[in-house]
Nanobody
Framework: QLQLAQSGGGIVQPGESLRLSCAAS????????LGWFRQAPGKEREKLSC????????YYADSVKGRFTISRDNVRNTAYLQMNSLKPEDTATYYC???????????????????WGQGSQVTVSP
């Protein structure tokens, strides 16, 4: 059974950093697109970043470009989102998600992800 277990959220001050983890079990991340999303109260879910597993090409939303970094450790079977220079507007629940690459050969950005982590709360407050 495919499972994604998230960890690493918390409360930080503006300018600080956090790293979110997304540990996969029941399968290996190789062969899967990886995405990170967030949703703030009263707002729509926002796509932040994704990673093509074939060539490790990463894509970022403008809102996080230059501050967030997506990565994957195939040995640990875990994905990460490194978040630097955090701002109060980054406060949200963050989700990792995956989609089997063979089902969608067009890259990680424009697809519907079908397996999700449980979410990690990130609060950025002075």
């Amino acid at each position: 059974q495919l499972q994604l277990a998230q960890s690493g959220g918390g409360i930080v001050q503006p300018g600080e950093s956090l790293r979110l983890s997304c540990a996969a079990s029941g399968f290996t991340l190789e062969g899967y697109y990886l995405g990170w999303f967030r949703q703030a109260p009263g707002k729509e879910r926002e796509k932040l970043s994704c990673l093509n597993d074939l060539d490790d090409t990463a894509y970022y939303a403008d809102s996080v470009k230059g501050r967030f970094t997506i990565s994957r450790d195939n040995v640990r079977n875990t994905a990460y989102l490194q978040m630097n220079s955090l701002k109060p507007e980054d406060t949200a629940t963050y989700y990792c998600a995956i989609r089997f690459r063979a089902e969608w050969p067009y890259g990680c950005w424009s697809l519907n992800y079908d397996n999700w982590g449980q979410g990690s709360q990130v609060t950025v407050s002075p």
